[in-house]
C-alpha cells in the first residue's frame, strides 16, 4: 500500500471535476461570486480553465487506477495457481 495515491484521491478529483464542470455551466462567472475578485474581467474564461484543467487531473489519476487495477490483475493471473478440471 506504500507508495500508492489512496482510493479517497481519486474520489476526491471525480467530485472536484464534477463540482467546477457543473459550475461552470450552470453560472459561468462563479469564480467572480465566490472570491468576489475577477481576474478575467468577468467573460468567464478563468471558470472554463480551471473546470477543463480539474477534469485533465481526474482523467489522469483514473488512467493510473486503471493502470495500477490492470497490472494487479495480470500479476494475480501469473502468480495463480493452475486449475484443471
Not at 3 to 27: D, E, K, N
Not at 73 to 79: D, E, K, P
Amino acid at each position: 500500500m506504500r507508495g500508492r495515491i489512496p482510493m479517497v484521491a481519486y474520489m476526491v478529483a471525480a467530485f472536484l471535476s464534477a463540482v467546477t464542470s457543473v459550475a461552470t455551466i450552470i453560472q459561468p462567472q462563479w469564480f467572480e461570486l465566490l472570491f468576489d475578485e475577477a481576474p478575467d474581467d468577468g467573460d468567464g474564461s478563468l471558470e472554463t480553465i480551471v473546470a477543463v484543467v480539474v477534469a485533465a487531473l481526474a482523467c489522469v489519476a483514473f488512467s493510473i487506477l486503471a493502470r495500477r487495477e490492470w497490472v494487479g490483475g495480470r500479476l494475480a493471473r501469473r502468480t495463480a495457481p493452475e486449475t484443471r478440471a
